[in-house]
């Protein structure tokens, strides 16, 4: 495959993952079945270092999610940086390469080629690196909320449909309570918010809600604004007392911060674990199950997804709905 038909290839592709499949069929095709792989850096930490600590990284495949041992090149790779538009290279003792892809997201990406590479050739795969590169910028873009910048609805789905694979793809994570979770976070009373306060000041509500989340969970976590003053939060790699220890910090951490003009703000979360058989729509209905619980009985709390919430006539369900329930 020559340059032009690579990226010709790379830019008819319309989501994250047949983007990054198509990259790796390209170089491989360039470099004559090289050994590639695309892998991510991201800080392991549990999100209650303050910035002055040193992060602790993980290196993950991009395309299966898979986690591999941490490289010897990682601390030169992850403080290498480029002056012109084309990414940096690190030539490895082999003979292969490591192409610096840069951090997008809170996520350090690499093209690495672990087998000898001609100068000639590594040239043309930099090139087109170069677009791949462009690409997912203009696609990160895209899948993010404009106010707050978190992920959107719209990528919502297949990103949840990628972990639910995953987790069919490894059922001992599950067996083992390590599996994904999923909570549905939704802002106290911001009806009457907005009705007081007016929408500008709900929006720079929201706008710091947001910051307190990125602050509040680990990079590899995924943060969603779902809609209006919903949000949905997906844990990786933690069992249930990780994620509740977590989501209950969260929560004290909105509590307890004080929001201009209107100074204090509450939070209900409802959660949920995955499971490899689940639906999509059956884990949100549940985690929203558990946050109209949660709304129920007070508010400002978190609840756990469990059985007894399907029941018909549990004594939360016969409640009234709470006045902000179900707001946009």
């Known amino acids: 495959m020559d340059e032009f038909s690579a990226i010709s290839q790379l830019t008819r592709q319309a989501d994250f993952q047949s983007l990054c499949r198509t990259q790796l069929e390209a170089v491989r095709d360039m470099t004559g079945d090289a050994d590639v792989a695309l892998l991510e850096a991201f800080d392991a930490s549990d999100g209650q270092a303050g910035p002055a600590q040193t992060p602790t990284y993980a290196v993950r495949q991009i395309v299966d999610g898979q986690e591999v041992a941490t490289p010897d090149w990682l ?3 992850l403080g290498s940086h480029t002056a012109t538009d084309a990414p940096a290279v690190i030539r490895l003792p082999d003979g292969g390469a490591v192409i610096c892809l840069g951090r997008l997201a809170g996520l350090d990406r690499f093209l690495v080629l672990q087998r000898p ?3 000639r050739v590594l040239r043309g795969v930099r090139r087109i690196s170069t677009i791949f590169v462009h690409l997912l910028t203009l696609m990160d873009h895209f899948e993010r909320d404009p106010l707050t910048d978190l992920l959107n609805r719209q990528s919502f789905d297949y990103r949840f449909e990628q972990l639910l694979e995953r987790s069919r793809r490894n059922p001992h994570r599950v067996r083992v309570d390590s599996s994904p979770w999923l909570a549905v976070a939704d802002i106290d009373h911001f009806k009457r918010i907005n009705d007081t306060f007016g ?5 720079e509500i929201l706008l710091q809600f947001a910051s307190l989340l990125r602050e509040s969970f680990r ?6 604004r779902y809609g209006g003053e919903e949000f949905v939060i997906i844990l990786n790699n933690t069992d249930s007392a ?5 989501l209950e910090r969260f929560r004290a951490r909105v509590a307890a911060h004080y929001f201009p003009e209107v100074e204090h703000v509450t939070v209900s979360l409802g959660w949920v674990g995955f499971r490899p058989q689940a639906l999509t729509s059956q884990l949100i209905q549940r985690a929203d199950r558990a946050l109209y619980q949660a709304k129920s009985l007070g508010r400002n709390r978190i609840v756990r997804y469990h059985e007894s919430l399907d029941e018909s006539r549990a004594p939360w369900a016969a409640a009234a709905p709470p006045e902000d329930a179900g707001q946009a």
């Open 75 to 77: 601390p030169a790779a």
């Open 219 to 224: 990079t590899e976590d995924l943060l969603f």
């Open 242 to 246: 990780g994620a509740a220890h977590a």
């Open 199 to 203: 929408h500008l000041q709900g929006d």
């Open 117 to 119: 590479v001609e100068t």
